[in-house]
């Protein structure tokens, strides 16, 4: 539970305002610490168990934890709280294919191909899997080995590697240690073994127990170890069990302040579903009930591509439209004849007009105004979308020179704005398209020909 300004004040020095910290007062750094606008270690006086005290307190009630480096690293946890809209999911669940060493080569092969290529363009985001799962099923460690290997050279998305077999666990992290895999199942048998190799090149466990209450000495005992990076399976066995595990976990931590459940947490559909369908359901009802990172047993377009609209859905903040960039886009391979039209940067608006733009296969430049979200009309009544930002939005975007043609179309629905906008951009010629752009499949290859004249 977040401590107040007030409560950590007591903690600090409190012995003159020195100021070092950079804040006048300490009860001003204290506000600031509250609301994680400033660290502990800004203030020099503090005992180092005052310090550490202070750093557990301030620590989110959910662990950061990450999967993986560079761009393609996966991070979880750190959220804030239990419902959506009362502020915002943070980090969306890494969705992870699960590949055997039983399977055959070319299964692995088909599986690799499927998360290179299973890549979806969407709302000016690319949809993709996150995360590689390699099991150890069998029994022949250097088969095993092997395919991390071949999976870890061939792949830069982070690995979650499974094995019963803590030698084998281990001799696969070695493989790959700088890569920060996740290794799982750290259990109450395996704890105390796993403790002191975890801690020789760091990197996350999975935490699995046969309940909620099992995992709580697991995780006090790695805290004690200061080995923190890890996320939670309650090893919930169907769906029920799952989405009441998955809500405990997330209560106690944000409601309670529990810290032995303060993390994020696994969940392994891909186990639990008996088919296909069913699994990608289990799976969905994952994303909505707090899980971390979804392991599939395999996945298709059909049912990769639900799940992460699903997942975008969810963790898109509620309190901020869907926008894309303002600037201008190409569509298709425009030439300096090609026509330019103008809308606004609220998602769903910009794909639509620029689908429909597509769909006529005429090349086009498509100049988007940030009317902070919102669509055209909206935009317009909202006072962002006037004839003279849109001016003054063409000629910053750098269309000018691209364009031999001086002519701009605007959506019909914002006709009004034509006067405004040829005051605002002298030496062009505003034309009014249609009001919907289901209209512009009509319009573009006529307006087109008056181009090239
Ligand atoms: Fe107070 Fe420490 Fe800041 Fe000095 S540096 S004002 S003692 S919090």
Not at 377 to 399: E, H, N, P, Y
């Amino acid at each position: 539970m977040p401590i107040s300004g007030s409560e950590i004040v007591k903690m600090l020095p409190g012995r003159k305002p020195c100021k070092d910290c950079g804040f006048p007062t300490c009860f001003a750094f204290a506000m600031k610490l509250a609301t994680g606008g400033a660290t502990v270690d800004k203030c020099p006086y503090l005992s180092p168990e005052v310090k550490a005290k202070l750093e557990d307190l301030l620590a989110p009630a959910i662990k950061l934890v990450t999967i993986g480096t560079g761009d393609k690293k996966v991070e979880v946890g750190n959220e804030e709280v239990i419902y959506r809209h009362e502020k915002t999911y943070v980090h969306p669940p890494g969705i992870a294919i699960l590949i055997s060493d039983k399977e055959s080569e070319a299964k692995v092969e088909e599986k690799m191909r499927k998360v290179k290529e299973l890549q979806f363009p969407w709302v000016g985001l690319t949809l993709k899997a996150d995360l590689i799962a390699l099991q150890f099923e069998s029994g022949d460690k250097n088969k095993f080995l092997n395919l991390v290997k071949k999976v870890s050279q061939s792949s830069d998305l982070g690995l979650i590697l499974i094995s019963q077999d803590l030698d084998i666990l281990f001799a696969a992290r070695d493989l790959c240690a700088d890569k920060k895999p996740l290794l799982y199942p750290i259990t109450k048998e395996n704890i105390d073994q796993a403790i002191p190799r975890i801690k020789e090149k760091p990197t996350p466990v999975g935490v699995r127990a046969e309940s909620i209450e099992e995992l709580i000495p697991l995780t006090i005992k790695l805290k004690e170890a200061k080995v923190d990076d890890a996320v939670l399976d309650p090893g919930s066995k169907n769906i029920l069990d799952a989405i009441r595990d998955q809500t405990f976990i997330r209560r106690a931590a944000l409601k309670q302040g529990f810290r032995p459940l303060g993390y994020p947490t696994i969940a392994f559909p891909c186990f639990m579903a008996k088919d296909e369908i069913k699994e990608i359901l289990t799976a969905s009802v994952f994303v909505i009930k707090f899980a971390a990172i979804i392991v599939l047993s395999d996945f298709d377009q059909d049912s990769l591509l639900p799940l992460l609209v699903q997942r975008l859905n969810i963790y898109t903040d509620p309190r901020f439209p869907m926008a894309v960039e303002e600037k201008y886009y190409e569509i298709g391979t425009p030439d300096e004849y090609a026509p330019v039209l103008v809308t606004s940067n609220w998602a769903l608006t910009y794909f639509i007009v620029s689908s429909a733009i597509e769909a006529t296969k005429i090349p086009s430049y498509l100049c988007v105004k940030d009317a902070e979200g919102l669509g055209v009309l909206t935009g317009w009544a909202a006072g962002k979308f006037t004839g003279d930002q849109v001016g003054a939005m063409i000629k910053k975007s750098g269309i000018e020179s691209r364009v031999k043609n001086k002519k701009v179309v605007i959506p019909g629905r914002v006709a009004r704005i034509k006067g405004e906008l040829e005051e605002a951009l002298p030496g062009w010629e505003v034309v009014v398209g249609p009001r919907e752009a289901s209209g512009i499949g009509a319009f573009l290859p006529e307006y087109v020909k008056t181009l090239r004249k």
